[in-house]
Each structure stands twice: as structure tokens, then as C-alpha cells.
């Protein structure tokens, strides 16, 4: 049976920033002037029913943050990602900030023991493809391996970039935060990522999470939880694309239907 809904891949989201499809453009480009009036941490949700084009939507946000951003830097960008801005209102903004932006499709990891580390590592795989060639040095390999080294966890099959290859291993499944030793060690040691990743690169970290309304509701809840307490930086924006009934069911799920 043929698909009804056209799957967002990177090339189906350039062709339909290059053709307008969704008649998206104008929305687009006020998303982004928006966030560019944001001075302090933030978490956005964007509400809608499935198939309604939430994740096509986000992800021709990154792309074209991550499009305007390389643009700014003068980092190389690919023919086919040149060809699909070509005039395009989108093309000639200019930005006072510059974004890192992460796609995070939540519902792929929920088989994960914890999700802190397979956003963190997710955020890792896209530096060696959005922003300069400083975020893949050695340093930014240290401190995740320092990261990994302080606990034991569960991260399935994740494949690193080149740079990350010797922090392959094999983990013990336990619960990240079952083994840390404080809190704070893991804030700090997050931070300390965010920091390689942000400062003198970009100014902005901007992370959208798609799906969590299909997730788990542990892993859901959990995802929330270590946003509220390892992401409070004034550098960070969450955008979460969810059903917004669905997510309330799952959070019923988890704190029992009592819960408002």
C-alpha cells in the first residue's frame, strides 16, 4: 500500500523548503525571528494532531538553521542544500544569533535505559555535520568519554561519527543516574559539553524533540525530568513536536489518572 504521507527525510524536507509545498515559508521565517527575540533557556511545544506535519515542519527549521548558520560562518554547504534556499525568502535572512540545531526523534531511543545519554550522544553525531571542523577535536572526545567513564548505562546500537569511534564499547545497562556519584558531577560534566559545543562556535543550541507523545511513558516523563534538571542554560532552546492529548494519556499512564 503506497504511503499517503511523504516521510521527512532531509532530501523530501530540501525539496519542500525549495518548492514551498506546505506553503510554509512565512511560517518559517516568523519561527525563526521568534526565537531569535529568546535571551533565556526555553521550552516550546508545538501541538497537533498525528499527521498533521509536525516533523516536517521542525525539521525545515533545522535545516534552515542549520543552512543559515553555516551560511553566517562561512562553513561549507552542500550543493543540494545551496539549491533548495536558492531564491527563497529564507535565503537572504540574517541573523543576529547563530544556531546549533539537533534533531532528537525520542521515539527511536525509548528502548534506552536513560535518555540523557542518547541525546547527548545524538547531539555529538551532528557536530562533525552542522557546524565547524573545531567541534571535532579531541577535547569534545575527552569530555564525552569522561561523560561515559563516570557511569554505566544502556545506549543500544548508536553509531558515533569518526571522531568518537574509541568511546565504542560495550555498557553494563544500568541506569545512568542508579551509579553517578552526585548530581552535580553529571551537571557539570554536561555543561562542560554544551560549552565545547557553544562557545566560539555558535551561540545558540536549539534541540527539537519529535514523537515523545509515542514514547514509553517512563522514558517520556524521564526525557522531561532531565531537561528540567541538566539543561537550564540560558544557551538552550527545546522545541518538542507532540500531541498534546496523546502526551496527557501517557503522563496518566505514569502518575495515575488522578493526575492533573
Known amino acids: 500500500m503506497k504511503k499517503l504521507a511523504e516521510e521527512a527525510t532531509i532530501e523530501n524536507v530540501l525539496e519542500s523548503i525549495k518548492e514551498n509545498k506546505f506553503n510554509r515559508t512565512q511560517d518559517i521565517i516568523d519561527f525563526i525571528m521568534a526565537l531569535e527575540q529568546i535571551e533565556e533557556n526555553m521550552f516550546i511545544s508545538i501541538d497537533a494532531k498525528w499527521g498533521a506535519g509536525k516533523t516536517f515542519y521542525v525539521r525545515q527549521i533545522e535545516q534552515s538553521l542549520n543552512y543559515l548558520t553555516r551560511k553566517a560562518k562561512e562553513i561549507n554547504i552542500e550543493e543540494n542544500v545551496k539549491t533548495a534556499f536558492s531564491k527563497n525568502p529564507l535565503e537572504s535572512l540574517e541573523l543576529e544569533h547563530t544556531y546549533f540545531p539537533v534533531y532528537y526523534n525520542a521515539?527511536?531511543?525509548?528502548?534506552?535505559?536513560?535518555?540523557?545519554?542518547?541525546?547527548?550522544?545524538?547531539?555529538?553525531?551532528?557536530?562533525?555535520?552542522?557546524?565547524?571542523?573545531?567541534?571535532?577535536?579531541?577535547?569534545?572526545?575527552?569530555?564525552?568519554?569522561?561523560?561515559?567513564?563516570?557511569?554505566?548505562?544502556?545506549?543500544?546500537?548508536?553509531?558515533?561519527?569518526?571522531?568518537?569511534?574509541?568511546?565504542?564499547?560495550?555498557?553494563?545497562?544500568?541506569?545512568?543516574?542508579?551509579?553517578?556519584?552526585?548530581?552535580?558531577?553529571?551537571?557539570?560534566?554536561?555543561?562542560?559539553?554544551?560549552?565545547?559545543?557553544?562557545?566560539?562556535?555558535?551561540?545558540?543550541?536549539?534541540?527539537?524533540?519529535?514523537?515523545?507523545?509515542?514514547?514509553?511513558?517512563?522514558?517520556?516523563?524521564?526525557?522531561?525530568?532531565?531537561?528540567?534538571?541538566?539543561?537550564?542554560?540560558?544557551?538552550?532552546?527545546?522545541?518538542?513536536?507532540?500531541?498534546?492529548?496523546?502526551?496527557?494519556?501517557?503522563?496518566?499512564?505514569?502518575?495515575?489518572?488522578?493526575?492533573?
Not at 189 to 194: A, G, L, N, Q, W
Open 107 to 260: 521515539w527511536l531511543y525509548d528502548n534506552h535505559s536513560d535518555p540523557l545519554m542518547s541525546l547527548i550522544l545524538s547531539i555529538t553525531k551532528v557536530c562533525e555535520y552542522y557546524c565547524d571542523e573545531k567541534l571535532n577535536s579531541n577535547a569534545l572526545s575527552d569530555k564525552i568519554i569522561s561523560l561515559m567513564d563516570s557511569f554505566s548505562f544502556s545506549i543500544g546500537c548508536v553509531q558515533f561519527g569518526s571522531n568518537l569511534g574509541n568511546t565504542k564499547e560495550k555498557f553494563s545497562g544500568k541506569d545512568i543516574l542508579s551509579v553517578v556519584k552526585t548530581e552535580e558531577e553529571i551537571r557539570d560534566k554536561v555543561k562542560e559539553i554544551f560549552d565545547s559545543i557553544i562557545t566560539e562556535n555558535v551561540q545558540k543550541l536549539v534541540i527539537f524533540i519529535d514523537e515523545l507523545d509515542r514514547c514509553r511513558p517512563n522514558f517520556a516523563i524521564e526525557m522531561l525530568e532531565r531537561i528540567k534538571h541538566y539543561f537550564d542554560d540560558d544557551r538552550i532552546i527545546f522545541v518538542a513536536s507532540i500531541n498534546r492529548e496523546q502526551l496527557i494519556h501517557s503522563i496518566s499512564k505514569y502518575y495515575g489518572t488522578n493526575f492533573d
